[in-house]
């Protein structure tokens, strides 16, 4: 029977990992385990998983540590596993480019829907049509994920691309952060705001080379983006 998705998961408690494996491979998921931080590394490295469910505290390289090196070269799907639900470890988490994140102890049923879900919106936006769109010395292209900023390639993170490009989807209007974060990270959490301006600020500053402060700041409100050259 064919798989749905190969998924990594990052565990150091092999109980929790026992329960997580055999719960994905009953939705038809083919799974591998990682043990530790390195060894997650090593892993994605090698292979091109679907997904990776990655807890936070693990040996030799934290969750954190992980998240940050895996997104320096992949946008691979990430829930991170926290024992804390405490909003600095959201953040953090979704700075760092995680796409979800759920908190232990955890019904094995709601983490499989979990990766239900964020498969769902990875495979939509993989089917969507070719766009770009074009503004004076700035170029997103969706379908190739890339962005010019006056004619050299910007690096940008799989969350700093999706705002940015929901931004400039809809210029002239203006967003509040709650919208922002419903957009773009497919869930609101109360206080999280600067989460948006987090990336507002990265964003802007590689955005500099065209000359156009593209993201306007509507104090009170939010974000809107903006053509007016400097």
């Given at each position: 029977?064919?798989?749905?998705?190969?998924?990594?998961?990052?565990?150091?408690?092999?109980?929790?990992?026992?329960?997580?494996?055999?719960?994905?491979?009953?939705?038809?998921?083919?799974?591998?385990?990682?043990?530790?931080?390195?060894?997650?590394?090593?892993?994605?490295?090698?292979?091109?998983?679907?997904?990776?469910?990655?807890?936070?505290?693990?040996?030799?390289?934290?969750?954190w540590t992980v998240c940050r090196e895996i997104r320096k070269s992949s946008s691979v799907p990430i829930i991170m596993v926290t024992?804390?639900?405490?909003?600095?470890?959201?953040?953090?988490?979704?700075?760092?480019?995680?796409?979800?994140?759920?908190?232990?102890?955890?019904?094995?049923?709601?983490?499989?829907?979990?990766?239900?879900?964020?498969?769902r919106r990875t495979q939509k936006a993989g089917q969507e049509k070719h766009e770009v769109l074009n503004y004076p010395h700035l170029?997103?292209?969706?379908?190739?994920?890339?962005?010019?900023?006056?004619?050299?390639?910007?690096?940008?993170?799989?969350?700093?691309?999706?705002?940015?490009?929901?931004l400039a989807s809809h210029p002239e209007r203006a967003f509040t952060r709650e919208q922002l974060l419903e957009v773009v990270w497919?869930?609101?959490?109360?206080?999280?705001?600067?989460?948006?301006?987090?990336?507002?600020?990265?964003?802007?500053?590689?955005?500099?080379?065209?000359?156009?402060?593209?993201?306007?700041?509507?104090?009170?409100?939010?974000?809107?983006?903006?053509?007016?050259?400097?």
């Amino acid at each position: 029977m064919p798989t749905l998705a190969t998924i990594l998961v990052v565990e150091d408690e092999r109980p929790v990992c026992d329960l997580v494996r055999a719960y994905l491979e009953k939705n038809l998921f083919e799974v591998e385990i990682a043990f530790d931080g390195y060894e997650a590394l090593k892993k994605s490295a090698e292979t091109n998983f679907d997904l990776i469910i990655l807890d936070i505290m693990l040996p030799k390289a934290d969750g954190w540590t992980v998240c940050r090196e895996i997104r320096k070269s992949s946008s691979v799907p990430i829930i991170m596993v926290t024992a804390k639900a405490e909003e600095f470890d959201r953040v953090l988490g979704l700075e760092l480019g995680a796409d979800d994140y759920i908190t232990k102890p955890f019904s094995p049923r709601e983490l499989v829907a979990r990766v239900k879900a964020v498969l769902r919106r990875t495979q939509k936006a993989g089917q969507e049509k070719h766009e770009v769109l074009n503004y004076p010395h700035l170029t997103i292209d969706r379908t190739a994920n890339r962005v010019e900023v006056a004619g050299q390639e910007a690096q940008l993170t799989p969350k700093e691309f999706e705002l940015l490009w929901f931004l400039a989807s809809h210029p002239e209007r203006a967003f509040t952060r709650e919208q922002l974060l419903e957009v773009v990270w497919g869930y609101s959490y109360f206080g999280d705001a600067r989460t948006v301006d987090t990336h507002v600020r990265r964003l802007r500053d590689k955005l500099r080379p065209a000359g156009i402060s593209y993201i306007k700041t509507i104090w009170g409100r939010g974000y809107k983006f903006e053509i007016k050259e400097n």
